[in-house]
């Protein structure tokens, strides 16, 4: 005679595991509220980038589904996001007027109109939000571990932006001579991003924070960062395409000489008249590698109130600096040499941008520098000012 007993508990087993893989396999859920004032179209739009270049890019992403704001402000989308793994998207919305549904308004982050999300399989997400800010003030309630890392790189974002505002807000306008303190601005703002993506154990966050470091993909000022990154995503979680993909960047001569490389000992026309090997002139301890053209106000006034100041305090102590231009005229050069009070060697092909020198750098951008040591080894890039100072004060005092 059957055990009525075991066959109850059975086939209860057998409910309450179909109905855990029901739920395991359950498609995504996406509803929330959004706040919304009269410049926007009562609609959100869930936006997919399909490759990591699509990532915060405006017009980029695949839009995938759309669902109307009701008068309370309330939203459900409808579609059933495929269950198969974490998935990344950007919801968004969209101004009165607007032609098109992936436009993501980006150069003020504060005032951002998107917010990148995770969707994975039977895991609901509960968004809210105000349209008019709308990265600023997105919430998901009780966030999986994915949206959680999102939250706070957005955090992390929009902290950074603050803190530089003075210089990075969009319309902000600066002499040229301040076009250092812009970059500098910049290279604190970028550097709290590659910490998080550094140290995030999570990819599809660690990626968003990869393309908010240079939503215009110019990696030139950062490409360390870039390289460390493909490393690391390459090594663990090789099959994922947009490790791949990121790992472009590093790749094919894109970037310019690392940190820890050993820079090309170049044949360097001077402008006493001769021809001479980069390393010949290298100095005992120390050579800083300085990038610039006579036209070049933020190179010209680094000559006079950085470099030279820095040549007289070190020079006999093992400093040298080398003067690489970029100009196309020899007369304007070497007035300016002489203007600046640079002292010290310069050289130039005179062919302006298209030079043979910035090629094997792989740099397209000025001011630039390289701080070698005695053996050409690039041991620092691009410092300028009190950085540049500091580099020195820490090793020769």
Not at 33 to 58: G, H
Request: with cysteine.
């Amino acid at each position: 005679m059957p055990n009525r007993t075991n066959t109850a508990w059975g086939v209860l087993f057998s409910l309450l595991f179909l109905g855990f893989c029901q739920a395991q396999n359950a498609p995504a859920r996406l509803t929330g509220t959004l706040a919304l004032s009269d410049q926007w179209k009562p609609v959100v739009y869930l936006i997919q980038p399909r490759q990591f270049n699509e990532i915060a890019a405006n017009f980029s992403g695949l839009v995938v589904d759309s669902a109307a704001i009701d008068t309370r402000g309330n939203f459900a989308f409808s579609r059933p996001i495929p269950p198969d793994q974490a998935v990344l998207y950007q919801i968004c919305v969209q101004p009165k007027g607007s032609r098109y549904a992936n436009q993501l308004t980006d150069d003020d982050p504060l005032m951002a109109n998107y917010f990148p999300l995770v969707l994975q399989s039977g895991v609901s997400v509960q968004f809210t939000g105000e349209a008019d800010r709308l990265q600023a003030t997105a919430a998901i309630a009780q966030p999986d571990a994915h949206n959680a890392r999102l939250l706070r790189l957005r955090d992390i974002r929009h902290a950074a932006f603050r803190r530089e505002q003075q210089w990075l807000a969009p319309g902000t306008s600066h002499d040229e001579t301040q076009l250092l303190n812009h970059e500098a601005a910049l290279l604190r703002y970028r550097r709290d991003l590659m910490a998080f993506a550094d140290s995030c154990g999570d990819i599809l966050p660690a990626l968003v924070a990869a393309r908010w470091v240079s939503p215009e993909s110019d990696y030139e000022r950062v490409p360390e960062f870039v390289v460390g990154q493909c490393n690391k995503w390459t090594t663990q979680q090789p099959a994922h395409p947009w490790a791949a993909a990121l790992c472009q960047w590093s790749r094919d001569g894109k970037l310019p000489v690392l940190v820890g490389d050993t820079i090309p000992n170049f044949d360097l026309p001077t402008a006493a008249g001769d021809t001479v090997q980069l390393y010949q002139l290298l100095g005992e301890k120390y050579t800083i590698l300085d990038i610039w053209a006579s036209w070049c106000a933020p190179c010209r006034r680094e000559n006079r109130t950085v470099l030279a100041p820095l040549y007289t305090k070190y020079h006999e102590k093992g400093l040298q600096i080398i003067g690489y231009s970029i100009d196309s005229s020899p007369n304007a050069w070497k007035a300016a040499i002489a203007k600046d009070g640079a002292v010290w060697p310069h050289t130039s092909h005179l062919t302006g941008d298209a030079t043979p020198f910035m090629e094997a750098l792989r740099l397209t951008t000025i001011p630039a520098n390289f701080i070698l040591d005695k053996n050409g080894r690039v041991l620092a890039k691009n410092l300028h000012g009190t950085e540049l100072e500091r580099f020195l004060v820490m090793r020769y005092e």
